[in-house]
């Protein structure tokens, strides 16, 4: 491995870039550089894993059991990523993906930023391995201090060792929040209450898919996770609303279940509604998506290679849809094999003869994942929130009400026509935490499917970029005859 701690060290030009140094981006940037193409992994944390192995390399959680097995896996992706030729860069933020007009679309121009300073370079094919986001959670009070997701929380106790201080509630639903409240107790943190919000009626759609769960590996898995959590912490299941209360801080937090209201007073509230798909990068460079009713999420159409609707671009891992870690690693790879066979490396009988024992482990993997999708589906009610005033787009402070207004009075068909009206998805975060919640409420309220409502119309830059990087920039004759007449 190559690492990059300089804008200036990057090339003009790689066979291969691969956004995301998560499972599916170490996996394909290994394998594409064993089979001899020049590749650049790039990443915006300081060290590879993502977030389901952050800091593998360096946490000082030196205990092995409060993380568990699973993530210590990643430290053998790293390792391999390590021997290969591949050229790492971290702490760098992709910000555009383009054709590359002066190839003629040959190859990609890709907006980099490292160190305070802005690049163009170009690569001949683009895998995106962005990974996951929390699922938006938008209830009444989220925005007080004393809040956080639950992977916000996770990522404190990889990376730091940290654990939050006082009592801790833990709400919402599916199978990381097990995981995290399993971690979050082994590291020491006062858990009063995990309010599992997962709906009772999703079961019987769920059973339908429950042979295939039964042969899966989740299945022992699960069990363990779920016998360990719920033996030592206090579940309390059937959770249909929550609040946050509070005066300049969270001081209780407010539920019903089973008709009746009840409180219980903590420091720290972790919310989590499952995960999607990543998907500001790949929709601004043009892929195309679709809804997917199972997972309940935007994600691209891709074909059995994981190739995008833009001719080289692939997209692996979880941001081509939720399948988990190990399945992240496997698609990644088989999107780093069809690169190599588009850059003309290898012949189309090598790709498909490397991919045959991959494609039956990811087989293997994703067996039991649609009972978990089914059966984890959030409630109605926590998509689209029902009290008026709960934000949901934390950067223009838009909430619930006004979408809804702006949808039922002003007849605001889409998201891109609602950040016209109200701003919405137009903030640093670019739409990436309020887009789902502001096409379920238009959804809701025009009384159609978040399929037909559509979703937000990205341009780059995807990530917020200063005007200094982008003075940094170095100026080629185009980019004179653009501005200089």
Not at 88 to 104: F, L, M, N, Q
Not at 249 to 273: K, V, W
Not at 299 to 315: E, M
Not at 368 to 375: I, N, P, Q
Request: hydrophobic share 45%; charged share 20%.
């Amino acid at each position: 491995m190559k690492p990059l701690t300089e804008i200036g060290q990057l090339a003009e030009h790689y066979d291969l870039a691969v956004v995301g140094a998560g499972p599916a981006g170490l996996s394909a940037a290994a394998r594409a550089s064993e089979l001899g193409l020049a590749v650049l992994l790039v990443d915006e944390n300081p060290e590879p894993g993502g977030q389901i192995y952050r800091s593998i390399t360096t946490t000082p959680v030196t205990d092995r059991a409060v993380l568990g097995v699973d993530y210590w896996r990643g430290a053998d992706l790293v390792a391999r990523l390590k021997r290969s030729a591949a050229a790492y860069a971290a702490r760098c933020t992709v910000w555009s993906i383009a054709p590359d007009v002066e190839s003629d679309g040959a190859s990609f121009e890709i907006g980099l930023s490292l160190d305070g300073r802005a690049r163009l370079i170009t690569a001949g094919q683009v895998i995106l391995a962005t990974g996951a986001q929390e699922r938006p959670f938008p209830i009444p009070g989220w925005t007080l201090p004393g809040v956080m997701t639950a992977g916000a929380a996770q990522i404190a106790l990889k990376s730091s060792a940290i654990v939050p201080k006082g009592r801790t509630v833990i709400a919402g639903c599916g199978p990381l929040l097990y995981l995290l409240a399993g971690q979050l107790a082994a590291a020491g943190a006062e858990i009063v209450a995990v309010l599992d919000t997962t709906p009772r009626r999703n079961w019987p759609a769920a059973l339908g898919a429950l042979p295939d769960f039964l042969r899966s590996p989740y299945l022992a898995k699960g069990l363990k996770l779920m016998a360990k959590a719920r033996r030592s912490l206090r579940f309390l299941g059937g959770v249909t609303s929550l609040a946050v209360e509070g005066s300049g801080r969270l001081s209780t937090i407010r539920f019903e279940r089973g008709g009746a209201s009840e409180s219980i007073a903590c420091d720290t509230l972790l919310l989590h509604q499952g995960v999607i798909p990543s998907v500001n990068l790949s929709n601004a460079a043009g892929c195309a998506h679709e809804f997917d009713t199972v997972q309940h999420c935007w994600v691209p159409q891709l074909d059995d290679w994981f190739a995008s609707s833009v001719p080289g671009i692939a997209i692996a891992g979880d941001g081509a849809g939720i399948g988990g870690a190990e399945s992240a690693a496997l698609r990644g790879e088989i999107a780093a094999l069809d690169s190599a066979r588009r850059l003309g490396r290898i012949t189309i009988a090598e790709r498909d003869n490397h991919a045959a024992p991959i494609r039956t482990a990811l087989g293997r993997t994703l067996r039991g994942r649609r009972f978990l999708d089914l059966l984890y589906k959030p409630a109605t009610q926590f998509l689209a929130p029902i009290v008026d005033d709960t934000i949901i787009c934390r950067c223009e402070e838009v909430t619930a009400g006004q979408v809804r207004d702006a949808a039922k009075r002003l007849g605001v068909t889409g998201p891109n026509q609602m950040k016209a009206f109200l701003r919405c998805g137009m903030g640093p975060c670019q739409g990436r935490l309020c887009g789902p919640t502001v096409v379920e409420l238009i959804a809701e309220t025009r009384g159609t499917t978040p399929a037909e409502v559509g979703y937000y119309r990205l341009r780059p830059p995807v990530k917020p970029v200063t005007l200094a990087e982008l003075a940094s920039l170095p100026q080629s004759e185009a980019a004179v005859k653009a501005v200089v007449r």
